[in-house]
């Protein structure tokens, strides 16, 4: 008999967030099972979980201890685990729940952030022998010292794509609450479209744009070992979008997605003495701070002084503007200036790599609408621009239009 | 330096059962710490979460899988291992959480009622070594297959005394929301004063006859490996009731207390034909649906054929009755007789070894109140009775007075 094929299913929070839910994706799982597939199922906690014990542990301490922090929040998964074991054996079908220091998901001691070194995967294959389901706690590791280690918010999908690199698996099914990765937000854009498929790289830069239905890190584990991940719903049987090698054909779409993320804020330090060190003595006590800064523009220096741009997320403006204001004093600058009232939106596509018209398309298209544009920044498959955020619903249309539903201009332009 | 004195201290469900308790027994753990002893302590899960645990388990399986509940349970002692070690710390106490998979507490694989088999002490010694507070989960280990066991319901008394004779300790302080063991239950009897101390020998005995205060197991692993056990409460600085090795002088008490088990019935086969093989016939099929019978008199046989009768607990009743019916037709019995309105009233003391006249002086006590003895048993140290539920609270009222307040007459008849 040949050996049953291979499959990875990760289940999130809230496809796990009651009794009657689990019991649906229990009878999913069912169904890949009966197929002959052997099946391992990574879960996150149920809804809710995870904020609760984070909330229980804030009451105790204002900065609760990593380690810590990290056994109770990894019992979150261990109770979907167990209780989604027991849905499935309810239902016939033989499951083991197995932990991080069972399975021995084996990571660094970067509590909170940890990152997988290795997994080992002989148990979980006694139990496909034993023709079980693994039900896998995603999210949590054991270090070289037997202590428990998270990997971060998201850490579930991580976990899905190392143990699906790991067993040989022929697929790594993200199941979630929307059905696949769309071009633009529907709820935005009611001409938006779901995606058959995308390129790691395209949907690396969509997660990291507020497209929150993948982590990134999840993404660059997929790519690094080639795992065909598919992003679908936990609840309907359609097809989903497969996130997938790149493949001859795809350059041929020119753009993807667009993308937005309207919680930004942006920071400009005026006249800065233009000096080596600049950089690291504004960014640095900002990074030690935990402030995530996104874009930087630094314009080209003119008498010595520049103005020097970035953003960083709402949630971080204040902080941001704070360190910034003691760091700009310091070193002599002109002032500056902040607003929380901007948003970032951004196009992406393989295509954009052999085709310069994207950028200059992307400035008419919000020019003509009267839109303007504070920031540029560009990689090579994305195009991204800060503008209003008031603006952010038009220029979310008009670009969706222009590159998603009537690329033809732009394509007649390519160079042969 | 001297290696600091070492010690356990075990905290139940209702001792962390919020926030706020939880934040009390991290105090007080460190008024021992900071008297310089080394601090191993033990917790249950917090009041309530073992059981919110077993109805979701029980809403998705009639009968769960007994590995994947012990998976789910675990997680109970878990979240208060990592909370109390957080709210250790915020008090300055350097502390450390440990579950059963990392102390290595090695049991067999009997889910749900899982033996301790070892427990290796290396990890708990490194935290010692660091003058850190081992917050250890109790109720939890680990089989020789890295499986998640738990210990049955109270196991986490075990865990303490587990521990304490494995780290050598000088004391195991079970702290909980009694203050101490009583020589009679104060609700029914408030003569009724908190022992001293108790030897192990008269602690099996309350301990088996409902009162509650500590498991068995725990007792008697305290009593095989000698560890000072100390019964007190979570909030109070009183010293509480020593559980101990039997010393001089323990036998002058006569009685050290009365314990008493309202929830018993029981059933009597009439008339069965006195043959081998008899008694398994009837009490194997009991055992084999978990059925715990409790006292079994069996009367000298008459032509043949005795009347057999055993206790049993009122929730057990029906169960029990059924099953006894089909075997006493099988058997040729006379048919069954039944009760559910029955008690157990026992008196406990070390002293009725060498002393013949507690028996009568109970019977005598009991029958000029007018109460009616159904069942007498006794063992070494113990006398227990069967009678008719309502006369419970006079019964242990009278036998308080007789043994416990006023022990002078039968003292004085106590041989040379």
New interface residues.
């Given amino acids: 008999m040949a050996t049953p094929e291979r499959t990875v299913q990760k289940y999130g929070g809230t496809s796990l967030g009651d ?1 009657d839910r ?2 649906a994706v229990a009878a999913r799982v069912k169904r890949r099972w009966e197929q002959g597939l052997n099946v391992a199922v990574v879960v996150s906690a149920m809804g809710g979980e995870t904020n609760r ?1 984070l909330a ?2 804030r ?3 204002g900065e ?2 990593a ?3 990290d ?2 929040l ?2 979150g998964e ?2 979907s ?3 989604l ?3 499935l ?2 239902q016939g079908v033989p499951a ?2 197995l ?1 991080g ?2 399975v021995r998901i084996s990571t660094d001691s970067a509590h909170g952030k940890a990152r997988i070194q290795s997994i080992k995967v002989s ?1 979980i294959e006694r139990a496909f022998e034993e023709r079980k389901v693994a039900v896998v706690a995603g999210f949590q590791g054991i270090d070289s010292d ?3 280690t998270t990997l971060g918010r998201g850490g579930s999908d991580t976990t899905a794509v190392a143990l699906a690199a790991a067993l040989g698996a022929t697929s790594c099914d993200i199941c979630t609450d929307v059905d696949g990765v769309y071009t633009t937000d529907p709820r935005t854009c009611d001409q938006a479209v779901r995606l058959e498929k995308i390129s790691y790289d395209e949907m690396l830069e969509l997660a990291g744009l507020g497209a929150k239905v993948l982590q990134i890190r999840a993404v660059e584990c997929a790519k690094r070992y080639g795992v065909k991940l598919r992003v679908c719903s936990s609840f309907g049987d359609d097809e989903g979008t497969w996130v997938v090698p790149e493949e001859e054909g795809m350059e041929e779409v020119l753009v993807s997605g667009v993308a937005f993320d309207r919680d930004q804020a942006k920071i400009t330090v005026k006249l800065v003495p233009d000096t080596p060190g600049l950089a690291a003595s504004l960014f640095g006590p900002l990074a030690d701070k935990g402030v995530v800064v996104d874009m930087i523009v630094q314009n080209v220096s003119a008498d010595g002084h520049t103005d020097l741009t970035f953003t960083v997320s709402g949630e971080d403006f204040s902080a941001a503007t704070n360190l910034v204001q003691d760091v700009a004093e310091k070193v002599g600058a002109g002032g500056i200036d902040s607003s929380d009232t901007v948003a970032k939106v951004s196009v992406v596509g393989l295509g954009m790599r052999n085709h310069a018209g994207v950028a200059a398309r992307m400035f008419e298209v919000l020019s003509d609408a009267g839109i303007n544009i504070q920031m540029i920044s560009t990689s090579e498959i994305k195009i991204s621009v800060v503008i209003e955020r008031d603006d952010v619903d038009k220029a979310v249309k008009l670009l969706h239009e222009a590159f998603v539903e009537d690329p033809g201009s732009l394509a007649e332009s390519k160079p042969a």
């Fill in positions: 009794l689990i019991r014990l229980l542990a009451s105790l301490s609760p201890d380690r810590e922090l056994v109770l990894s019992t261990q109770v685990c167990a209780l074991s027991l849905a054996k309810e083991e729940s932990l220091h069972q148990r037997d202590n428990i």
